[in-house]
């Protein structure tokens, strides 16, 4: 193949495109907390007097004063600068960038008040080079493939070059990276003062261990920096009647559905949700109403002798509403709820939509029982969940460890945000069935709320599987019992798919997508029509047709208001192209 356009990890444990993968041939600088000067204000007095002066100047005079020289001065570049509201300190993050390229580890931070004061610095730098530094020996495939061989014994792909942005070449993600491979031209520092050519690699795969690793312009893995952090849960993956609890990961440090990751802090407050206990129904968390974890592992254990309000239970509570609402927040991002859509999220990322709306999730709310609600305002506002206990056994049980429950009301957010006006006989019901779908999906099990409801056969009238009723059933009176109707079409649809080896995801891509195309207040067969707009296999159409029209929902069918009343004019009939 053509070096210059990809590479290609060789079973050679060490000779690569004729690179010999060795030590670094001196020590690195060490970039070690240890290793940076520090200096703080003292409460006797700053650094620095008092200035006029903008803050970056304030800092180069004083690195003036410790014996920096011009070159070296010149060679910081402010990449980061931010005030503080409530303290009005300004904090300032300088790299080093010499010939051109990234010094790499290298910085000066410092901190300014008010006042103009320098009132803290931290300094790791390189001194300017008088000459121009060696370049690297090797290219940027090159290095790409000496860190896949050393972070990926076994690594066998083909990575192809993409692009080229300045210092950074991009390659093609695959199968393998769940973000775009990239090789950047950076200057490696070593312990003796010397500068040379090399190069940053970064890697995420599918599994979320994000690597960046340093590369010498001979082609020596310098070092390697794993930035990936885990959270995890101990939940029920879908209920405490059909699975154990178990301890899952999150995704840490961020994915590709939320970058930054679930949690923000050390409790369950995070980008796309708030979850806490709301027991005295004032939407607003309860005091000490959130599981505190420092290490972002949320292991409360749930003890289903007793009570659902023991406290252990409340905390166990709180951190598996959390847990499945980022689940399906990151779910149906994957197939087109994202932030131009309308999702709920604090930092929408320069990726759409509004922003500073995240899911504020009530676990045992006071509210009422043997229920669960969402409500969801336009784009910008935060919706709000709702979850009950459930009194139909005892000990009651509680809505929140339930996923079919939690996956169901954040449903009605999905349909409320991407279609709209989904009040009504027709589009209440299509509301509720679309928020089944979810659970019974995700769960691929065909009852829902088994666990709350305390039933076999879950809180609905039939099992999904076989259902009995159609279209024509429908009567206007329960958006519940007609939305089961919508929910069994979509179940048979997944039976059709199943059967002609198509994968969920298509669907769940479907049906996101087929929203973008179905107007506001729909019928049953709006959506169908929706669904079809999404379908980009023109084989799977007749599939989609046939799970609609086993339902009367075929070539024909009509859902329309008369005289205040829903009436349908159901059909069975396939399009003459499917028949």
């Not at 899911?359 to 969801?376: F, I, P, R, V, W």
């Not at 991407?418 to 779908?437: C, K, N, T, Y």
Request: some cysteine.
């Amino acid at each position: 193949m053509n070096k210059s356009a990809g590479i290609l990890a060789t079973a050679c444990s060490v000779c690569l495109f004729g690179i010999v993968q060795a030590a670094p041939s001196a020590p690195l600088k060490d970039f070690s907390s240890d290793a940076a000067r520090i200096t703080r204000a003292t409460d006797e007095a700053a650094l620095t007097a008092p200035s006029n002066k903008a803050p970056r100047d304030v800092v180069m005079e004083y690195l003036r004063g410790r014996g920096y020289s011009e070159k070296t001065l010149a060679s910081l570049e402010l990449v980061r600068s931010h005030t503080v509201d409530w303290t009005g300190v300004t904090h300032l993050w300088f790299a080093q960038r010499v010939q051109g390229m990234r010094v790499y580890g290298t910085y000066v931070r410092a901190s300014v008040n008010l006042e103009g004061e320098l009132v803290s610095v931290m300094e790791l730098p390189s001194a300017a080079p008088k000459g121009t530094i060696a370049g690297a020996r090797i290219q940027p495939h090159q290095a790409l493939d000496v860190a896949l061989k050393h972070l990926y014994p076994t690594f066998d792909q083909t990575v192809n070059r993409v692009a080229q942005r300045g210092n950074t070449t991009e390659f093609a993600k695959g199968s393998f990276f769940s973000e775009m491979p990239t090789v950047e031209r950076v200057v490696v520092p070593f312990a003796d003062g010397g500068l040379k050519g090399g190069f940053l690699v970064k890697t995420w795969d599918r599994d979320n261990q994000l690597n960046h690793t340093l590369v010498t312009g001979e082609g020596a893995v310098a070092l390697v920096e794993s930035r990936t952090q885990s959270d995890s849960y101990f939940i029920f993956p879908d209920s405490p009647g059909t699975h154990a609890q178990t301890v899952v990961p999150g995704p840490g440090a961020g994915n590709a559905e939320s970058p930054i990751g679930w949690v923000t802090g050390n409790t369950t407050v995070g980008n796309n949700n708030d979850a806490y206990l709301d027991r005295d129904n004032d939407n607003g968390p309860d005091a000490n109403g959130r599981p505190v974890s420092e290490t972002a592992d949320f292991l409360n254990p749930f003890d289903l002798t007793v009570a659902p309000i023991e406290p252990l239970n409340q905390m166990a509570s709180v951190q598996s509403l959390f847990y499945l609402t980022n689940v399906i927040h990151d779910k149906l991002y994957r197939h087109g709820f994202t932030e131009g859509a309308g999702n709920f999220q604090v930092d929408n990322f320069g990726m759409g939509g509004v922003g500073n709306d995240p899911l504020n999730a009530e676990a045992q709310d006071g509210g009422g029982t043997n229920n669960a609600n969402m409500s969801t305002p336009d784009d910008g506002s935060r919706p709000r969940m709702q979850m009950y206990i459930w009194t139909v056994s005892d000990p009651a049980r509680d809505g929140s460890v339930d996923s079919d429950i939690v996956f169901h009301e954040y449903g009605h957010g999905l349909t409320w945000r991407m279609i709209g006006a989904m009040s009504g006989p027709f589009a209440g019901a299509i509301g509720e069935g679309m928020s089944d779908v979810l659970a019974i999906l995700i769960n691929d099990q065909d009852t829902v709320a088994e666990y709350s409801y305390n039933r076999d056969t879950g809180i609905r009238r039939y099992a999904y599987t076989d259902y009995p009723l159609t279209y024509g059933d429908l009567t206007g009176r329960s958006v519940h019992d007609d939305g089961e109707i919508y929910a069994a079409t979509i179940w048979r649809l997944w039976e059709i798919f199943q059967a002609n080896g198509i994968p969920q995801d298509t669907l769940f891509d479907y049906l996101v997508d087929g929203m973008n195309y179905t107007q506001p207040a729909p019928a049953y067969e709006d959506m169908r029509n929706g669904i079809l707009e999404s379908v980009t296999d023109p084989a799977h159409e007749c599939l989609v047709w046939q799970a609609f029209a086993d339902f009367g929902i075929g070539e024909g069918a009509d859902g329309y208001i008369r005289l205040l009343r829903a009436k349908v004019r159901e059909s069975f009939r396939l399009p003459t192209q499917c028949r």
